[in-house]
């Protein structure tokens, strides 16, 4: 039982954490900048696709985000977490470790929190566990790691250009 709170009160609080930073990537919610302010974010950091590229980060830790906090497709949802903050963690590496110097510190816990939940399970308060879906195979936290990862990874490759000048709407 005590596992079981312990797993609800890392799903929520990494949950709401998660979809509060995509919430600041597409609005002004919680000290955002707005769909604009996304924009010029992944541009300065080198990333092409403009509105198509920050909607699908922010919906992606938007709605990861929730799915952890819910407890609802759990592996799914660590897989999308793992993805998104991936690409994150691409971005901060050059800055080092620590959030201070703005690191990778802080993706790094988010995909790590989100591969734990993805090998746990999401416990007995969850909407897997109503529905029946808490007993995962060891497998389905693996495939998540690596399918989250290489999504982020290849995300990462397809979409940042050398020079961020010369990216795209």
Excluded: C
């Amino acid at each position: 039982m005590s596992i079981d709170i312990g797993l609800l009160l890392l799903r929520v609080i990494t949950g709401v954490l998660l979809a509060g930073h995509g919430m600041q990537k597409i609005s002004y919610r919680f000290g955002g900048h707005g769909l604009r302010g996304g924009i010029e974010e992944f541009r300065s950091d080198g990333f092409r696709g403009g509105a198509v590229t920050a909607l699908a980060a922010g919906l992606g830790q938007l709605g990861s985000g929730l799915f952890l906090a819910a407890g609802l497709a759990t592996p799914a949802a660590a897989m999308a977490a793992i993805g998104v903050m991936t690409v994150a963690a691409t971005v901060k590496v050059k800055n080092g470790l620590w959030v201070q110097h703005d690191g990778y510190e802080f993706p790094l816990v988010l995909i790590t929190i989100a591969s734990a939940l993805a090998f746990t399970g999401p416990g007995a308060y969850s909407v897997d566990a109503l529905l029946g879906f808490d007993h995962l195979v060891p497998w389905f936290g693996l495939g998540a790691i690596v399918i989250g990862a290489g999504a982020g990874l290849t995300a990462r490759l397809v979409l940042h250009t050398p020079n961020p000048s010369r990216t795209e709407s």
